[in-house]
């Protein structure tokens, strides 16, 4: 079991910056697939960017490229999500997932076993 911690949402006006986290609190020692959806009221979920721990490897969806970064911290078990330009779209709750099935290919489109208990983000105009 792989239990997720998220930090780091809040409010910011548009243009402005927020910097998610998130810990795999069993400290699973393993190469994984983590990264971040996200979904508003209304919406679909979907998912916004991906990494693979062991490697590196990322993918993004294409409406955060160029604006977010996601990175891998020091321990496999953690991750982040550096979120620049922010726009009033990007408002949604952000989901942390990790996923042990894919290896290296990690997709926005897998499905993940793992998920945080979200976060909000809200930007406003």
């Known amino acids: 079991q792989v239990q997720l911690l998220e930090s780091g949402g809040g409010s910011v006006q548009a243009g402005g910056s927020l910097r998610l986290s998130c810990t795999a609190a069993?400290?699973?020692?393993?190469?994984?697939?983590m990264g971040w959806f996200r979904q508003a009221p209304g919406t679909e979920r979907e998912g916004v960017a991906v990494?693979?721990?062991?490697?590196?490897?990322?993918a993004y969806h294409d409406s955060v490229k160029g604006r977010f970064t996601i990175s891998q911290g020091d321990a496999k078990n953690t991750m982040y999500l550096q979120m620049n330009s922010l726009k009033p779209e990007d408002t949604a709750l952000y989901y942390c997932?990790?996923?042990?099935?894919?290896?290296?290919?990690?997709?926005?489109?897998?499905?993940?076993?793992?998920w945080g208990q979200g976060t909000q983000v809200t930007v406003s105009s």
């Open positions: 997932v990790a996923d042990l099935r894919y290896g290296g290919r990690c997709s926005l489109t897998h499905e993940y076993g793992y």
């Open positions: 990494i693979y721990t062991g490697g590196g490897v990322t």
């Open positions: 069993s400290g699973y020692p393993f190469s994984m697939c």
